[in-house]
T-cell receptor, first 113, second 112 residues
């Protein structure tokens, strides 16, 4: 069964460093998402991406965050200057059409020290 | 604003018994989607069941079924014949357009 795959599964980074989280969505999907889950809290929407541009973003997704789909298969989330409070599990997700089931990857656990 | 409320932070059920997890949501829309996701200790998000708001029939997926009450904005999950592998965090979620909004989750313990 097709899966959303994410790398790395776990990354530890120093505060202030840049981090790139990578995702390979399911191949025929057109809508892509990033969510995050701070330990012990609920899953929060960050951003949605369609047709090579951001379609919606939350207030969490400020200027330190960016997304891109550089090569038609990978979908990346960049955090420019990480803060301690960015420590969380980051989930990539994708779906074929808007309104259809969203499939999640296994998550990338980011620890900022 | 759309919100999703899960009023039970934790629940326990005896193995082989039935348990119902509650979820209410708030929306002014008429066409939307509702989901239950399971998050085991591995923290992966696994889709359990999905319901389209325009469908009156409650969704069923093997041992999992929902009680969807659109007028009451209620979407509860029933797990029948609970198994040890059902132990996880369960998130109720609402989808409108490009965004899914999750509840805070209910941690389900299965007692052997």
């Amino acid at each position: 069964e097709p899966e959303v795959t994410q790398t790395p599964s776990h990354q530890v980074t120093q505060m202030g460093q840049e981090v790139i989280l990578r995702c390979v969505p399911i191949s025929n999907h057109l809508y892509f998402y990033w969510y995050r889950q701070i330990l012990g809290q609920k899953v929060e929407f960050l951003v949605s991406f369609y047709n090579n541009e951001i379609s919606e973003k939350s207030e969490i997704f400020d200027d330190q965050f960016s997304v891109e789909r550089p090569d038609g298969s990978n979908f990346t989330l960049k955090i420019r200057s990480t803060k301690l409070e960015d420590s969380a599990m980051y989930f990539c997700a994708s779906t074929w059409v808007s309104g259809n089931t969203i499939y999640f990857g296994e998550g990338s656990w980011l620890t900022v020290v | 604003a759309q919100t999703v409320t899960q009023s039970q932070p934790e629940m326990s059920v005896q193995e082989a018994e039935t348990v119902t997890l509650s979820c209410t949501y708030d929306t002014s829309e008429s066409d939307y989607y509702l989901f239950w996701y399971k998050q085991p200790p591995s923290r992966q998000m696994i889709l359990v069941i999905r319901q389209e708001a325009y469908k009156q029939q409650n969704a069923t997926e093997n041992r999992f079924s929902v009680n969807f009450q659109k007028a009451a904005k209620s979407f509860s999950l029933k797990i029948s014949d609970s198994q040890l592998g059902d132990a996880a965090m369960y998130f109720c979620a609402y989808r409108l357009d490009d965004k899914i909004i999750f509840g805070k989750g209910t941690r389900l313990h299965i007692l052997p």
